[in-house]
């Protein structure tokens, strides 16, 4: 091990040091405390077996530094006609954003952090050294529209730079918004967000997450959600871009009846890592969540699906479930598949389902024998399998996005 | 004209095929009718370019191109169509995407114009009438939740819109009531013509009633073993495969009476 993740862990605590301090410092330090303790977490932790920060690791530890010339990189940002909110290098960009109303802040969120940084050290880590985020607040029974969430990491030809951008969405009772959180860069970096969310009684969010990263760039984000009783989180999760991605959701059912669809899809090739990591806590009775990961692999990409269940005393009539399939075009990609449950009601309905294959031969003929080639034949099964966790995305625009961000993989990548 | 000649094939060294011998000439339709296990349906997928099977021996040739030697979407643009037995259900695949993706496919490699949405929706509009078809069968995803009868519809309604020059139909009739059959059955009438060919491949008489073939021949034991005109779909009607000396239980190379 050349790398190991304590010299790297010791160089981010050592920037934190060197940081002036803001009005958020006692959780930054407090953040810098856990995260000394943990490091950068390896592949002995139960939550990491499958995912291995040792590359990451081995990255030069240096902030992202401001970029002034920002004009350039409007073409980087998503095609998309709604309000949107753009982060470059994890600082606000006022000129490429079209939506401001007084919610961007500098530093943290001042609302009490939902972030558990004992079970997270990436999220601490995030907390130690965020710069600019944004806060959206929706009122009570007011429906907040479509908002575009843009987060863009610009490292420099030859050094490698490191990121942390952070938002905070509070929806109160009643209240809906659709928000489409769109990440991409160039270069060598390491983006590590935090996303903490918090729905009321009766809240929805419809949360469609496109990660476009760099391929030569890491992602590790981290997200913490709260929902009381009756809200709703629709997520649904695009990931294609990055070296190596990691999307772990900690997401608490704290009130009756409420819902979670938490759906996701990897499209990865070459030798790429992607990995769908959720922790999903039923602590009242009658709420479901539902979550379908789907994986495209080619080449030597690597995909895992880690999704864990708690059910608490209390949760009766909890409906859990979790379906992981995975398409592989390849024979050397591979998927790595574990649910997690931990029952302590018993009146509950949990189930898990996996299934992995490769394209099916007779479906491939039939298009083929009507005329169609076997690229174009390829692409449509790809899409058809794909079509059925992108139809439930409710916001059409961001369902659109999708589609075209599919396509666009599509184009570059073969 | 389609021209097969010595044509043998097999399964994982199993052979199916032992010497087919056929020309169908440019405007006819030609039936066969075999007992179970005669190798109707592997003569029809190694025609449309199934990889499941070897080819061991022979030709087919298409309007002097060499079938054999292209891909299966190849020989679909060279004009060949196969009506499958068993339509593949395609779940998340619309079919009015899925057609038009064919023809333009098609269309393409043949060096016409592609079709936008309007002109196709007008063209495939029009053959869904011909064809006693809700509107809706576009909207549905490709044969998924289709019954039987709407299967062979669709599989009819894909040869209408892609136009083939030579259609192979492989056991289109089974699974139709009356009605459905008539309608299939006009769906291939309306296509005839000089420069339309077909292989109606069927267990019965009952499609060429309303299919008239200009020939039959009798498959057995993965050979043609008699070849006439329509009578012999009567004969065999009246007489079963026993009174033409074949053997129907026979598979593969072991039939008894052959030659």
Request: proline residues 4%.
């Amino acid at each position: 091990m050349s790398a190991t993740p304590a010299q790297p862990a010791a160089d981010f605590l050592a920037l934190f040091d060197a940081r002036a301090e803001d009005s958020f410092h006692e959780a930054r330090a407090s953040a810098a405390r856990a995260f000394a303790a943990a490091g950068i977490p390896g592949r002995r932790l139960e939550a990491w077996k499958y995912t291995d920060l040792r590359p990451l690791a081995a990255l030069p530890v240096r902030l992202a530094p401001e970029i002034t010339d920002v004009a350039r990189l409007a073409a980087m940002l998503p095609a998309i006609a709604a309000p949107r909110i753009v982060f470059v290098n994890g600082k606000f960009s006022e000129s490429l954003s079209t939506f401001s109303d007084g919610k961007i802040f500098s530093g943290l969120a001042a609302a009490p952090s939902l972030a558990s940084h004992e079970n997270a050290p990436l999220a601490a880590l995030n907390t130690m050294l965020a710069e600019d985020g944004a806060v959206i607040r929706v009122p009570e029974n007011v429906d907040g529209g479509t908002l575009v969430l843009v987060h863009l990491t610009i490292a420099s030809v030859d050094a490698p730079v490191f990121s942390a951008s952070r938002y905070r969405i509070d929806l109160a009772p009643g209240a809906a918004l659709n928000v489409i959180e769109y990440s991409s860069g160039q270069g060598v970096y390491w983006n590590n967000p935090v996303s903490e969310i918090a729905l009321a009684e009766g809240a929805r969010l419809g949360h469609v997450r496109i990660q476009a990263e760099s391929v030569e760039g890491f992602q590790t984000a981290t997200l913490f959600a709260d929902l009381l009783g009756g809200a709703r989180y629709e997520a649904f999760t695009l990931g294609l871009g990055a070296r190596l991605a990691r999307s772990e959701t900690q997401l608490r059912l704290a009130g009756a009846g409420a819902i979670a669809h938490m759906d996701a899809a990897q499209l990865l090739a070459g030798a790429q890592h992607g990995d769908v990591t959720t922790v999903v806590a039923h602590d009242a009775p009658g709420c479901a969540s539902r979550q379908t990961v789907k994986n495209v692999l080619d080449g030597r990409a690597r995909a895992v699906f880690q999704g864990r269940i708690e059910v608490a005393r209390a949760a009766q009539k909890t409906d859990g479930y979790q379906m992981s399939q995975a398409l592989l075009l390849s024979p050397d990609a591979e998927i790595d598949c574990k649910p997690e449950l931990e029952i302590f009601a018993d009146d509950v309905k949990c189930s898990h389902g996996a299934t992995v294959g490769a394209l099916d031969p007779e479906q491939m003929f039939y298009l083929r024998a009507r005329g169609i080639p076997g690229d174009l034949a390829r692409r449509m099964l790809i899409r058809a399998f794909l079509a059925e966790a992108i139809e439930n995305v409710a916001d059409v625009p961001a369902r659109a996005l999708l589609e075209d961000t599919i396509d666009a993989w599509w184009e570059q990548g073969r | 004209m389609l021209e097969i000649r010595g044509l043998s094939a097999g399964i994982e060294g199993k052979p199916i095929l032992n010497g087919i011998d056929l020309t169908v000439p440019t405007g006819e339709v030609h039936a066969i009718m075999g007992p179970n296990g005669s190798g109707k349906s592997t003569l029809s997928y190694i025609l449309a370019g199934h990889e499941g099977y070897d080819v061991t021996g022979g030709e087919v040739w298409l309007d002097g191109v060499d079938l054999l030697a292209l891909a299966p979407e190849e020989r679909a643009a060279a004009g060949l169509f196969l009506a499958f037995q068993y339509p593949v259900e395609l779940p998340g695949v619309g079919n009015a995407n899925f057609l038009r993706t064919a023809l333009n496919a098609v269309r393409r490699a043949r060096g016409e114009a592609e079709l936008d949405a309007v002109q196709f929706l007008k063209l495939a509009r029009a053959a869904l009438r011909d064809l006693a078809m809700a509107e809706d069968m576009l909207k549905r995803n490709v044969n998924v939740g289709f019954s039987g009868g709407e299967k062979k519809r669709n599989e009819v309604l894909q040869m209408a819109i892609l136009k083939p020059k030579f259609a192979v139909l492989d056991e289109t009739d089974s699974g139709l009531d009356i009605d459905a059959l008539k309608i299939v059955a006009g769906g291939v009438n309306a296509l005839r013509g000089p420069h339309f060919s077909a292989l109606v491949i069927t267990h019965y008489q009952r499609l060429l009633d309303h299919i008239t073939p200009d020939r039959v021949h009798v498959l057995a034991g993965g050979r043609i073993l008699r070849s006439g005109g329509p009578e012999l779909a009567h004969e065999l009607e009246r007489g079963g495969y026993a009174a033409l000396g074949i053997d129907a239980t026979a598979q593969g190379v072991s039939e008894a009476n052959a030659a």
